[in-house]
C-alpha cells in the first residue's frame, strides 16, 4: 500500500480522470479509503489545469490566492463569495466553470 511511482504521477496529472486523486505522500491506503485513488491507466499530462504563463517566483507562488481574491470580488452574493472560499477548487456561481467531479461525470 504504499506510493508508487505510477501514483505519484498520476497526482501531478492534468487528466480530467486524474484531478484530485493520490493525494498520499507515503501510504495510498487513504486514498483507497476516501475513494481518491486512481491508477495510471492513461498517458500522464503534467500540469495545472490552466497553465502559469511566468517563471517570476512570486507569481508562481501566490498565483491562486490572487484568483480566489478576484473571484471573492466579482461575486454577486455573500452566499457566493462564501463559496468561492470554501467550496471545492472550480466551483463559479454561473456555472462557467466546473469542479474536478463535475468534470469527471460527463466522462
Excluded: C
Excluded at 8 to 16: C, D, E, I, L
Excluded at 20 to 27: F, P, Q, S, T
Excluded at 67 to 94: C, E, N, T
Amino acid at each position: 500500500m504504499l506510493n508508487t511511482p505510477s501514483h505519484h504521477r498520476v497526482h501531478h496529472g492534468k487528466n480530467v480522470p486524474y484531478l484530485d486523486k493520490n493525494h498520499g505522500g507515503v501510504l495510498i491506503l487513504w486514498d483507497r479509503l476516501f475513494g481518491t485513488f486512481a491508477l495510471e491507466q492513461a498517458p500522464v499530462v503534467y500540469g495545472l489545469t490552466t497553465d502559469i504563463t511566468t517563471f517570476h517566483p512570486l507569481r508562481i507562488g501566490f498565483h491562486e490566492v490572487a484568483a480566489v481574491a478576484r473571484d471573492v470580488a466579482r461575486a454577486p452574493s455573500l452566499w457566493a463569495k462564501l463559496h468561492y472560499l470554501f467550496a471545492a477548487p472550480g466551483w463559479s456561481h454561473d456555472g462557467s466553470s466546473h469542479t474536478a467531479k463535475q468534470l469527471q461525470s460527463r466522462m
